[in-house]
Structure formats: C-alpha cells, structure tokens
DNA sequence: AGCCGCACAGCAAGCGCTTTCTATGTAGAA
DNA sequence: TTCTACATAGAAAGCGCTTGCTGTGCGGCT
C-alpha cells in the first residue's frame, strides 16, 4: 500500500488536517509542528495524492498546451516558452505545475478531444498555439468548448493563433498578414515582378493569411498575378520541394519564390538547386518564421521573424494570471522582416 | 455549478452505477439503457470528473513524457512519436490517454522535480528520453525514484537512454558509441588522420559514449590522439560555432571535424565557411542523429540516423504494455551511417 | 410446476484529500 | 482574578466517482 495522509498525521502525531495544512501552507501551523510533519514526511517518503487533491479542493495544477505537431520547431519553441512560464519546477511561481503538450497533428477530432481530456482534468489553464482550421463546423465546436472552459473557471489563451470571439479567451495573434504583405514587398522593391507562392494547407487561417498579405502586396504595386504562380501543399520540406518544381513547370520565368514557411522554403531551396538554378541569382527565395536553422541555410534565409518564444512567455504568464490581458483580450504580435542572402535583384 | 454523474443518473431514470458503467463499458447494460444514458450525457454536455475517476479508481490516464529540450526536434520527434502510440486521441487502444510532456532543460532538479509530479498524479506511464547525467548522486536519486514509480504500478521506459539496473524500467539504449565508431571510422577510411572532435557537455552519457566510440575507432587504427582536438560545449549551433573557431586556431592542419550531434555540426559548417574553408574540400564534418534539417545542409551532412521516431513509438507501445519488453529489460537501437556530400578525402 | 442461474440494476462503502466549524490552551485586557 | 481574543489543532463532512455485493425478474432446466 502506498503512504497517505493519514500514515503521515499519525507518525508525525497530529491530524490529517494538520498535514494537509502543513503541505499547502496556507493556514497558521506552529513550527514545531510543522517540523515534525515535515520530518515524518520525509522519512515515509510521502507523495501528495493528485488526484485525490483535485477532487478534494476542485482544482487542478494540470495546465494544456495544444500544438500541431510538437516535432516542428515552430511549435516546439513556444511550447518550451509557455512551460517555462507556468510555473512548473524552476519557475518562480509557487505552486507546481504540470504542462500537459497535446499534439494534436492539426486534425479538427484530435483537437477537440483533446480539449474535452483537458477539460475532464479540470485543467488550471489551457494554452491553443497555431493557426486555426477554417472548417466552419469546427470552429464551432471549439468555440463551444473554449466557452465551456472559460466558464468552468479554466484560463483560455491562443498563442499564434485568430481571436475566438465571445469565448472568454485571450487572443494573442500574429500578424501574418502584415509579415506575408512586408515580405513581398521586399522582394518587389528588389525588382521581382514575377512571383511564384508555395501556401500552406488550404482551410488553415495561418494559410490565408499569408498568402493575402502576399497579395495585397502585388495588388498595391499594380502586378498582376497569374493564377499558376500559386500552389498549396503541406507544411514540411517535401511538399516545398515538390511545390517549386511544380512552379518552375508551370512558369520557368518566375525570379523568385516565396513560401508558407522556412521549412517549405528550405525544400524550395533544394528544388532549385537540383534543378540547377542558383540562389538567389537565378531565383530569389523567402520563407516565414526564422527558425533556427534558417540562419544555416545557404544562403541564409529571407524570412520573417516571429517572436515565438516571447509570444509563449507571455501566453503562459497570462495564462497563469501572471500578466495582464491586454485590452480587449486581443493582442497583436508582429513579426519582423529579416532580409538574408537568399533574396536579391532578379536575374536580367 | 457543473453537471455530475448524479445529474445524468437522474435525467436518465438510473443510478449513478449504471451511468459509470456505461461510460467505462466495463460492465454488462441493456442496449436500451445504454442508449438512454448516453442521449443524457449528451443532453446535458457533461464531462467526466477526471480527478474523481482516478481517486475512486486508483488509477490515471496520464502518461509522462520528459525531454530535455522540446524545442530540439531531436526530442520532439521521440516525443511526437510516443505520444502517437499512447493511445490518445487518434490513437488504436481504446482509452483515452492525455501525453504530458515535461521539459527538464537538461537539469537534474527538474527531472526529479517531474517524476514527483507525475508520481503524484499516479501516471499510467513513464518516458525518459535522451541521455542522463553522469552525477553519482542524482543518478541515485533517479533510479531511487524511478523504482518507486515501478513498484506502485507505473510502467517506466527510457527511450534513448542507458538501462537503469534495478529500477523495473525498460530501457531501448541508442548505440552511441557503435555509431560514433562508425562515423569515425568512415572518415579514417576517407584518409583522414588528424581529426577535431566538438563533444557536448561534459557529465552525460551521450556526449561520454559517443566520444567514446569516436576514440575507439582512432585507437584501432593507430592514430594517436591529441588532446587539443577535444573541445566540449553545449549541444547547439553557436557552441558548434565557437568550438570550431577554437579547434582551428589550436590545429588549423586539422582535416576533420567531428560534431557531437547534428545542430552542433550545423555550427560548426558556418563556422568553417566563415573562416573561409570549404566542406569537404578543406575540412570534413559529421554529425550525429540526421535530424531533418541535415539533408538539406549544403553540402548535405555526413552523419549517424538515430530511429527516433520508431524508437519513440516502439517506447510508447512498451509503456502502454501493447508491445512486449525486450529480454532482459534492455534492447539496443542501432544508428546508421549516412553519408553525404560534407565528407571527403583530406587534402593533399 | 418448481428451481437454478443469468442478466441487469441499485445500494452503499469507500478512494485520499481539503476545509469548515468547533474545541482548546494561552496571553493580554479589564 | 476573570473575561475576551487569538493562535492552533482536530473532528467530520464531503468532493464525484467506482465497484463489490445485494436484489429482482425472467428463461430454461429437470
């Protein structure tokens, strides 16, 4: 049988209450007998009951953290922010937190299920990072469910992703339409008049986002864009690849290539030089994020840098009621051009 | 106030037995009560009491996951992958079950300061990940924990990670060594003699067992070591960076660089580049894990396939008891070498 | 016809903790 | 000295669920 409660009271010679009260530090309890509480403690190797706790008290030290998919780095740095920020071991608030990342490979089910476990927990708060599926009855449904939470007392922050309104949840988004529309124009000030886009997944608000600020761009500098210059694909390197030869077929004049994200750009990159073309004096390539090995590519990529992990710190101070929502319960996050040698004049 | 089991049990004419049983479904019920209890459930959006369930029950649906660092896709593959057979949502295995990641940051307090927490919340499960620290204390005080968590049922396996003798844990060990013998003996076979060597950080097993192997494989082929071409850092790209600067100025005849792991190796290329060397030309360099951002290295990186995702999956389907252990409690994972374009011969 | 046994459903006793309310001892006030 | 007030400690009532045990009604057996 494991240790309780009670095992503890009775070594240390005080009630169950005692203990508890020993334990979570919030009433009066004289020093010694908090000593010998804490000694008895220690030499049964006592381990507080969560669940039993939960239950009792109604609350819980569980705090979710939802993510496409937890192997991205884009996901992986603001999920390691938010942790950071909670309180868990090492953080300075009091209290220990348990970080639960769901990953939820960006399927609508999972994300719901997911949402309905953490809501079973009686989750302390719950943090959604990413961008949103469009999906109409999706939304929803999770809206349904982020109200469900909120009023169920569970602090609802989204990190990266739109403002759910009338949920109770705080929106810290990120401007990825501003960033896409900052990044083309960029490459239009180079010169570019001919553009190809590799987008993301289509129903994905980080998708369209992208792809409108994109467009505003071309739009605002009179280009016409040609309907073959756009192609959707997933977002991993494979589909970049894939995508750029797809784009090069289809218009081999194109001077330049932007994409979704760092990592399709990366696989843009190596189309482009499996086709023999080279960076940027043949094509020019910019992708989205600045991730860390972004800086590694060769050349360096064109991006726009998100500030992920800052983003997730305070995600996860908010969440934690550490920091203030910002008014509105909307924040947002604007991301900030990094001009790299991966972009230049286009080839005469 | 929120809906209880009570509350069902009374919309749908039954006792609170009889819902629970419907919702475990671990207990014979007529079709048409079922079906009434579950248009109830429904009817009134009621969510399991998550705490109340494992209280009453003894037991939990979460599953711990600790990694170092969940912004290294080197763990957040293992992670993902793990997580993908636990059986959560998606998953095959009936069940239910929430993945809680921890981040440890490498730090012997947080690993501890987690195995509490998911102790204290009776975790169905356990996953270490990555390499342990090398401290005689704290491994103490791990396998003290660890032995704990297995003898009050929670099944504990570490993934990638040396075999703790007398814990109860399960352990599939990555070939560390194997394959840092490997790699070195590729570039000796390449020509090289005078070999640079970018360890991690001292006191853990990986960094120890990879130089290990790297030292076997000078040792059989008679090349005697010099010890200004070890240099220890961290496991990321700026220590790659910096201790290749500090290998070339203490060696620059050095002909080959060998980095702990890939992020590292990654460093030490642009390091390379700056200083005006070309790979593979002027120096060769390895890494350790292929982690998907190697391949799109340019040139492409020479290094050792760790299968962290099949690691990670088979790990997972141990933990949840849905795949056998390996004899002896211990297997071993064999890397593979990869070469590609960042090796060559030396220069003449 | 009488009996056994099965298929269900309900009762009620906890699971291990938190917390309200009450009891006690002691110090300071009157 | 007697009363009030405070500082602690304990008793006990749950928190919402699971599950062993106890009914009950019915079909099939002899």
């Known amino acids: 049988m494991t240790v309780t409660l009670a095992d503890v009271a009775a070594r240390a010679q005080v009630s169950p209450a005692t203990v508890s009260r020993v334990l979570n530090g919030n009433y ?33 030290d569980l705090v979710g953290i939802l993510v496409n998919d937890i192997a991205d780095p884009f996901f992986g740095i603001m999920a390691g922010a938010v942790q950071s920020e909670i309180g868990g071991p090492g953080g300075r608030a ?37 961008g949103a599926m469009e999906d109409e009855a999706h939304q929803t449904a999770v809206a349904a469910k982020l109200r469900r939470l909120t009023e169920a ?33 960029h490459l239009i000030g180079l010169g570019h008049r001919r553009l190809g886009y590799i987008a993301g997944p289509r129903e994905r608000t980080t998708t369209r986002h992208r792809l ?38 289809r218009d ?22 499996d086709s023999g073309l080279r960076i940027p004096d043949d094509v020019s390539v910019a992708g989205f994020d600045d991730l860390p090995f ?32 910002p008014v509105g319960g909307i924040a947002t996050v604007r991301g900030e051009l990094m001009v790299r040698g991966s972009s230049g004049g286009p080839r005469s």
């Open 252 to 273: 081999p004049t194109l001077t330049a290539v932007v994409a979704a994200n760092d990592t399709v750009a990366l696989g843009a990159c190596a189309a482009l030089r």
């Open 28 to 60: 009066p309890v004289a020093a010694s007998t908090r000593e010998r509480v804490l000694k008895a403690v220690d030499e049964l190797d006592y381990v507080l009951n969560g669940p039993a706790s939960a239950l009792a008290a109604a609350t819980s």
């Open 153 to 185: 007392g569970t602090r609802v922050v989204l990190c990266g992703r739109p403002p759910a309104p009338d949920t109770g949840a705080i929106a810290l988004t990120f401007d990825n339409r501003g960033g896409g529309r900052e990044l083309t124009e």
């Open 294 to 325: 972004s800086i590694d590519a060769v050349p360096a990529l064109t991006t726009v840098r998100l500030p992920l992990a800052e983003a997730g710190a305070r995600a996860g101070r908010v969440a934690m009621g550490r920091e203030e929502a």
């Open 212 to 249: 409108e600020g994109h467009r505003a761009a071309l739009a605002a500098h009179g280009i016409e864009e040609d309907p073959r210059w756009t192609v959707h694909g997933r977002y991993d390197r494979q589909a970049g690849y894939e995508a750029t030869l797809e784009l090069m077929r």
């Open 94 to 130: 009091g209290g220990e937190r348990l970080a639960v990342v769901c990953n939820t490979g960006g399927t609508p089910e999972r994300e719901l299920t997911y949402l309905t476990l953490l809501q079973r927990q009686r989750a302390a708060a719950v943090v959604l990072t990413g």
